[in-house]
T-cell receptor, first 118, second 116 residues
Framework: ELKVEQNPLFLSMQEGKNYTIYCNYS?????LYWYRQDPGKSLESLFV?????AVKQEGRLMASLDTKARLSTLHITAAVHDLSATYFC??????????????????FGKGTKLTVNP | GAVVSQHPSWVICKSGTSVKIECRSL??????MFWYRQFPKQSLMLMAT?????????EQGVEKDKFLINHASLTLSTLTVTSAHPEDSSFYIC????????????FGQGTRLTVV
């Protein structure tokens, strides 16, 4: 059974600082996703990581995937208050090569609640 | 990308009544949709996979008679919480995965259910 662990679960940081959120998973997978959730809202897709060594960047956020280590990181650079939210990683448990399409349930980490203080 | 519309956004109902939540895929036809439940400050827990034209697949521990799922068309799945109780109060979210999005899930707005 695939298990996904995120750490830290809570993160309080000052504006301008850098930090990394980690997402470990227990079985082989080549597909990992990062989502953001604001309080009382649904989930917004941030990154899709589909291969070993994949790196994606959007603004102050950068996500990477190491399938050999079964680890993804979400790095925050020079944090700003607007980044305060809960961040979830999710893993597709299907093994095998990456193909487009199809639907499979995702397994989510517990989420990291990020608070960026002025 | 896919756009998913969920309705209603919030609902308050009395114990013992039933509540129906709709999830619509607006951009493409979805043979599969997923229903999640999220308790305050917790992660998403998959409840069931909704399959168009066939029975839903429920996760272990989820009562199929309590959470009725109907996926009668390629763009609409409904979740009905039957005989609701206060412990059913939660945030319910549906999702679809886009064929052009490499498996990325797109989520509805969520429905905040409060049973009083």
């Amino acid at each position: 059974e695939l298990k996904v662990e995120q750490n830290p679960l809570f993160l309080s940081m000052q504006e301008g600082k850098n930090y990394t959120i980690y997402c470990n998973y227990s079985t082989t997978s080549d597909r990992l996703y990062w989502y953001r959730q604001d309080p009382g809202k649904s989930l917004e897709s941030l990154f899709v990581l589909l291969s070993n060594g994949a790196v994606k960047q959007e603004g102050r956020l950068m996500a990477s995937l190491d399938t050999k280590a079964r680890l993804s990181t979400l790095h925050i650079t020079a944090a700003v208050h607007d980044l305060s939210a809960t961040y979830f990683c999710a893993v597709d448990p299907r093994p095998g090569p990456i193909t487009q399409g199809g639907s499979e349930k995702l397994v989510f980490g517990k989420g990291t609640k990020l608070t960026v203080n002025p | 990308g896919a756009v998913v519309s969920q309705h209603p956004s919030w609902v308050i109902c009395k114990s013992g009544t039933s509540v129906k939540i709709e999830c619509r895929s607006l951009d493409f036809q979805a043979t599969t949709m997923f229903w999640y439940r999220q308790f305050p400050k917790q992660s998403l827990m998959l409840m069931a996979t909704s399959n168009e034209g066939s029975k839903a697949t429920y996760e272990q521990g989820v009562e199929k008679d309590k959470f009725l799922i109907n996926h009668a068309s390629l763009t609409l799945s409904t979740l009905t919480v039957t005989s609701a109780h206060p412990e059913d109060s939660s945030f319910y979210i549906c999702s679809v995965t886009s064929r052009t999005g490499w498996g990325r899930a797109f989520f509805g707005q969520g429905t905040r259910l409060t049973v009083v």
